[in-house]
């Protein structure tokens, strides 16, 4: 395959976008809505009304122009097998599917058992890759409860309603944020070769005994421990990973995801975000900006960072715990051991450079993390469980990058290879 033609074809894409009129119909038969998990918080200024994030996108299956692109990735693949067809082109129409631009949705609020809420304005346009994102306020009249754990955001047609969730975060209590890539999904981020098979050709596989830990958390009668999902992966996986979240049993929570744009109405910006370049596509950055977002969200509420050693999770976790004003509202920063990860004592130390010691626990089996009394986490000692001597005086990762084609063939065509 001729990677250099292929990529210059790319860039000479162009499609045209018309804006519909405003009595055009709301939803085509051929068009699909899909809503993330999102959540509300209380106001912290009123107290009386919750702000509610809403994200969501349109689209349609890849279109044929598409095809070629997708061919060129199954060709990769099938060098080392493709055992299952069916998953590799439901993931791949998830991936490449055609983001629909300058479309309206009507959106209905609901309680869960189907009251519908009043309030929010109940229509909005999409961007340039299809999504649509936005905030409202609901005042706590407008709600038959106070006590309501989550709400239903939904769309519907003739044939079809598509749904999502938003989580009822109070202003108190304790949030989880969990990476999803190698923290609690054996991903093999650091090979992108095994990336890129784990993605598209094999179905998901869980780290062993983190939806046990995470429940043991979720299921307490002491303390409400409430779970959101951050990860650089894009939108386009978020019914993947809501599928994975609950086929494994993990706790119910919001999922935020990495908008990438689209790759064939802006195919620049997209290769930009893909390579990282310039630095505001840093995927860390994308996650710093997260953190800072949720935490000014969740003014009162206090932090279980869990990720891994992989990329950046110990960076961005340690430089959140050190910006952020109140230092006591982050419990503990557990960090997991991923395959070829670099733990030196060096990068970890300069990770938590002003963090105190105790508040971070590098682990590999997360029973120790489940032995850990919960008010030792209270107390920030979440070394409590036992420690597991896993750092080394040197540098012992290993990143293990795949050939150049398939990094050419994965700046072009695949969304995932930066997941976290």
Not at 142 to 152: D, G
Not at 161 to 184: A, K, Y
Not at 201 to 215: D, I, N, T
Not at 301 to 318: C, T
Request: negative net charge; aromatic residues 10%; glycine residues 6%.
């Amino acid at each position: 395959m001729n990677h250099k033609n292929l990529l210059l074809g790319l860039l000479s894409l162009s499609s045209t976008t018309s804006v519909r009129s405003s009595d055009a119909p709301l939803l085509k038969d051929d068009q699909t809505v899909e809503f993330m998990n999102t959540y509300c918080y209380v106001n912290a200024e009123d107290k009386n009304s919750w702000q509610c994030k809403m994200q969501g996108f349109i689209y349609e299956q890849p279109a044929s122009s598409q095809t070629f692109f997708i061919e060129a990735l199954k060709s990769e693949i099938e060098d080392t097998g493709l055992d299952n067809p069916y998953l590799f082109k439901r993931r791949t129409d998830q991936c490449f599917r055609d983001g629909k631009s300058v479309e309206r949705v009507r959106f209905t609020i609901e309680t869960e058992n189907q009251i519908e809420v009043r309030g929010p304005e109940k229509t909005r346009w999409t961007s340039l890759d299809g999504h649509f994102p936005g905030e409202f306020s609901i005042s706590f009249d407008e709600l038959p409860s106070n006590n309501l754990k989550s709400l239903v955001i939904q769309a519907k047609d003739e044939k079809n309603v598509m749904s999502g969730r938003l989580s009822m975060v109070p202003l108190e209590g304790i949030s989880v944020i969990s990476d999803i890539d190698d923290t609690i999904k054996d991903s093999k981020v650091l090979n992108r070769d095994e990336l890129a098979r784990n993605t598209f050709a094999r179905e998901a596989k869980v780290v062993a005994g983190m939806p046990e830990l995470y429940q043991s958390w979720a299921n307490r009668k002491d303390h409400e421990v409430l779970f959101h999902y951050l990860s650089g992966s894009p939108v386009n996986l978020n019914y993947e990973l809501k599928s994975f979240l609950g086929n494994f049993t993990f706790p119910e929570g919001n999922i935020w995801l990495r908008r990438m744009g689209d790759l064939f109405r802006d195919p620049l910006n997209y290769i930009s975000q893909w390579l990282e370049f310039p630095d505001k596509y840093k995927v860390d950055l994308f996650k710093t900006d997260a953190l800072k977002e949720m935490t000014n969200d969740f003014k009162s509420r206090k932090f279980i960072l869990v990720g891994d050693a992989g990329e950046k999770d110990p960076e961005v976790y340690g430089q959140m715990a050190r910006d952020i004003d109140d230092k006591d509202r982050i419990l503990c920063i557990f960090i997991r051991v991923a395959e070829g990860a670099d733990l030196s004592l060096e990068r970890f130390n300069q990770a938590f450079e002003g963090v105190d010691e105790n508040k971070w626990h590098v682990f590999e089996n997360p029973k120790i993390i489940q032995n850990i009394d919960f008010d030792d986490i209270l107390t920030h000692n979440c070394k409590a469980g036992g420690n597991e001597t896993l750092l080394n005086s040197s540098n012992g990762g290993v990143r293990s990058y795949s050939s150049s084609a398939v990094v050419l063939l994965m700046i072009i065509n695949v969304f995932v290879s930066l997941l976290l």
